[in-house]
């Protein structure tokens, strides 16, 4: 199993390594908005924004986040810099997506003024939180309440927490852009080791970490999440999450690659199956 997701995995790198571009072209994934992006600061909120809308149909989600970052334009950053004022300013553009209306992202948007504006970074955020030896679960628990604190109207949902049982795939997702090394990710957040991440799990990932008999029920919690994770570290301990990308779009884009490779692995006995894992 190793050597097949190494192998895939090298693929997809070495294809992005040729033509980013080319590379999103083929396939639609909201990690192509802070690749818009030279700075550090505007990356990671292109970044943040994208991953917090990552569910649902991705073509919608590709054309609401489009739609958020042209109303802060041409810096995301910049405009998140000016002020309450400046992001009151949007109300009148009203923003929504599926369940989210406007009042409910712009106070999203009002959370990340302070945080440009306060502490300078989500990074900086963030490693207020995060130890060494600490798990990413007590990190980003720790985290997500220093964010929700900055602004009470903003939904739980949209910055989900582990203490919530979620798989919080959405943060996890951009906990992956900001620190493995290796693109399409950013390895922005130098200071938080890839060996921390947890497998961003949505029903793509999961659909595909039961059959391959990863997890034993298909019910999706943080847990399972860990779960997932573990396994994952068997075969890259000090970069679990590196699979996730090629994985994901495998499963969704159902190829011959993943239809035979849960064929395989379905085909052994069960004893072999939990052996494995």
Partial sequence: MKETLDKLYDQYTAEFRRSPRDFFSKRQDPIQFPHRYSSFHDREAAAFLAATFAYGNVTSLCSFVDHLLSLLKPSPHAFLSRG?????SLGRHKPYYRLHKSKEILALLSMMSRVYSESGSLYNVFLESYFINSTIKVAATDFVVRLRSLSPGMPAILVPSPADGSTCKRLNLF?????RREGPDFGL????SPAHLIMPVDTHIGRVAYRLAWIKTPSLTWQKAETITQVLRGFDPQDPTRYDFSLCHESISRSEWMRKTLSLVESQPKTLQRAER
Wanted: hydrophobic residues 55%; aromatic residues 22%; positive net charge.
């Fill in 84 to 88: 309450p004022k400046a992001v009151r």
């Fill in 189 to 192: 957040w130098r200071e938080v």
């Fill in 175 to 179: 906990f992956r852009w900001m620190v």
